[in-house]
Each structure stands twice: as C-alpha cells, then as structure tokens.
T-cell receptor, first 113, second 107 residues
Framework: GAGVSQSPRYKVAKRGQDVALRCDPI?????LFWYQQALGQGPEFLTY????????KSGLPSDRFFAERPEGSVSTLKIQRTQQEDSAVYLC???????????FGEGSWLTVV | DAKTTQPPSMDCAEGRAANLPCNHS???????VYWYRQIHSQGPQYIIH???NNETNEMASLIITEDRKSSTLILPHATLRDTAVYYC????????FGTGTRLQVFP
C-alpha cells in the first residue's frame, strides 16, 4: 500500500480485556517497529522485527505485551489483561532495511476504562 | 543509542526561519540523526536525516556540528501549517525519541 496502515484507529477496552492491534507495513519493507506514545510524550520503542524474526523486544513493558509477524509482513501487537496505564497511542513503523528511513502509520489510540 | 534533548517549546513568525536545536552529546560514530514532526492525532512524519554532513531537502535543512554533539533543523520560511511537535532522534537499528519541541508558528 501507499503507507503504513494500522487498525483499529480507535479502541476502547474495559480493564482486564485483551486487545489486538494490527499493522500493515509498506509493501516490501523488511523492518517493522512498534512504539508506544503516552499523552504529551515522545514515542517509546517497544519491539522490532526484521522479516518474521523479532530481533529486539527490550521495550515491551511487561509479559502482558506480545507482538508477532508470522509471515514477515502484517504484524499484530497483543495486550493481555489491559490496565489503565496501557492507555496510549500505539504506533507502527516500517523501513526497507536497517539504516533506511522509517515511516510511521497514524497509530491506534487505545483507551482502557 | 543517543539520548536527545530539545527545548520544550518555541515560537516563530510566519515567513521567518525556524531554527530548532537538538543536543545529542552521547551519539555514537555510526548513529544517524533523524528529525520527525507530529501534528496532533497523526503519526510522526519524516523530515530529514544526516550523519556528518549538512543536509537539505524540499522540507528543511539540517546542520550537524563538527563534533556531532548537536544539530539544528531549519525551516527556512515557516508557515502556519508547520505548527507541530518536532522530534530529533538517534538511530542505529531503532529510533530513540526525546520529548520534542512544540513549535508554534504565528501570523
């Protein structure tokens, strides 16, 4: 596609509910990144894939957060047993390879009530 | 990955140059400096990046000091639509963002 596509754009979840956020990277992009952005803050790195391999998951805040990219294209970020502090914008980004420009999607806005 | 420091906010008159500074004193030798901007409710938009040399594109210019400890993003003729939060970020294998500068362009 023309850009990085994320869905849903907005999600309201009840505390304790599981959520899944989807990312469609730019076609042909090998690298895929997930970031979390709290209100008024800069994006914080969560995890990074190169094709289907998850090379870095050092930013995932807890074991409730899980990301996958099984076929090296679409990725899903799953948050189990959501808590209020998980409320944030979750940004997906992709690039051709390391060192190439990283392009961001519009984000998925998660509100946990 | 470099930690970046930026002033929290700046103002600029429409039509004037906006000069946005960034300190990245811990940057490593092979780490690029990237600039993005973010308009409310949108994802970060790529502006420009550089390693050692100054860079220019249709959006902006990037001046990197010789010791690479700081850089300045220059928007040569700011417009109202340039009002946004501007982030500089260091990058080896992933972008590490600071808290950004909120640029307000006024008429």
């Amino acid at each position: 596609g023309a850009g990085v596509s994320q869905s849903p754009r907005y999600k309201v979840a009840k505390r304790g509910q599981d959520v899944a956020l989807r990312c469609d990277p730019i076609s042909g992009h090998v690298s895929l990144f997930w970031y979390q952005q709290a209100l008024g803050q800069g994006p914080e790195f969560l995890t990074y894939f190169q094709n289907e391999a998850q090379l870095d998951k050092s930013g995932l805040p807890s074991d409730r957060f899980f990301a996958e990219r099984p076929e090296g294209s679409v990725s899903t970020l799953k948050i189990q047993r959501t808590q209020q502090e998980d409320s944030a914008v979750y940004l997906c980004a992709s690039s051709r390879l390391d060192g190439n420009t990283i392009y961001f999607g519009e984000g998925s806005w998660l509100t946990v009530v | 990955d470099a930690k970046t420091t930026q002033p929290p906010s700046m103002d600029c008159a429409e039509g004037r140059a906006a000069n946005l500074p960034c300190n990245h004193s811990t940057i490593s030798g092979n780490e690029y400096v990237y600039w993005y901007r973010q308009i409310h409710s949108q994802g970060p938009q790529y502006i420009i990046h550089g390693l050692k040399n100054n860079e220019t594109n249709e959006m902006a210019s990037l001046i990197i000091t010789e010791d690479r400890k700081s850089s300045t993003l220059i928007l040569p003729h700011a417009t109202l639509r340039d009002t946004a939060v501007y982030y500089c970020a260091g990058d080896t294998d992933k972008l590490i963002f600071g808290t950004g500068t909120r640029l307000q362009v006024f008429p």
